[in-house]
């Protein structure tokens, strides 16, 4: 079994070869228009050693990087009402936005889905493969739409419950991120929330009456773990923070479009 296997890093390709670098990379979260089917969960790309990536997909190889070498990263911003979450990306990593709910019309496809609008029968949106599932369904013209997908699971045909999100400890705690938005039933209260900073998690919708009650997908997310020995440059555009995780450092990056390298 290999050290990288163990959780545990060599840096030493630092001085020139190569190094593992494992990653977490999601996507912002779809947006809900209100009266409208909830938002898909960001694009989920883990390779996290014993952990999942969405969409069911098994963990993926981790990066290999150089030292002294540029990568770019950007975090994906949640979409707006009537807009998918924008991607994220780490170097050549790239999860999909996930996808806003149909208002009175069909979800739209992203990481995940969004669900499907009130007021027909309509299909929610499809999801990215090993990324996340798509959007609930709507079968006939009863006043409640579907929930987004999830990264774990599509959301309800039968109801208004978001796709459940895949939980991660790569910060050493559990954290369930890429949560698909609940859709929205006529007859609830309620004015629907924005899905969570950094969480890629998917609008949830605001029922009638249409008062202008649009939300919005919760932003991405990059995690970087890599060898404690090495040191990483957050560059400019970028907000970031590291901490020591047992062996290994974990470097999380909240916001902006720059570069990384390490030393």
């Known amino acids: 079994m ?5 959780g545990i890093f060599s840096a030493a390709g630092a001085g020139g070869g190569g190094f593992p670098v494992e990653y977490l990379v999601i996507a912002g979260g779809g947006g809900a228009p209100n009266g409208a089917g909830g938002g898909g969960a960001g694009g989920y790309r883990s ?25 770019t990263v ?10 998918s979450g924008v991607s994220s990306v780490f170097s050549t990593i790239s999860s999909v936005g996930g996808g806003y709910g149909g208002n009175y019309s069909a979800g739209i496809s992203g990481g995940s889905g969004g669900g499907a609008g009130q007021g027909g029968t ?3 949106g499809a999801g990215t493969t090993n990324q996340g599932y798509r959007g609930g369904n709507r079968a006939g013209s009863s006043g409640f739409s579907a929930g987004g997908g999830g990264a774990s699971s599509a959301g309800s045909d039968a109801g208004i419950g978001g796709g459940s999100g895949v939980s991660s400890s790569v910060t050493g705690s ?11 039933d006529n007859g609830q209260a309620g004015s629907g929330s924005n899905g969570a900073t950094n969480t890629g998690n998917g609008a949830s919708a605001a ?4 008062t202008g009650v649009n939300r919005n997908g919760g932003s991405g997310v990059v ?5 404690s020995t090495l040191t990483i440059t957050i560059g400019a555009g970028l907000t970031g923070t590291t901490a020591t995780v047992g062996a290994n450092k974990v470097t999380t990056i909240t ?9």
């Open 2 to 6: 290999t050290l990288s296997a163990l």
């Open 47 to 71: 390779s996290i050693v014993g952990e999942s990536s969405g969409g069911g997909g098994s963990a993926e190889s981790a990066f290999t990087a150089a030292a002294g070498t540029n990568y």
């Open 74 to 83: 950007t975090v994906g911003a949640g979409g707006n009402a009537g807009a």
């Open 122 to 124: 309509y299909n929610g």
């Open 174 to 184: 559990a954290v369930t991120r890429a949560v698909g938005g609940n859709g929205m």
């Open 207 to 210: 029922p009638p009456p249409f």
């Open 223 to 227: 995690l970087l773990k890599y060898a």
């Open 255 to 263: 916001n902006g479009t720059g570069n990384v390298s390490w030393a």
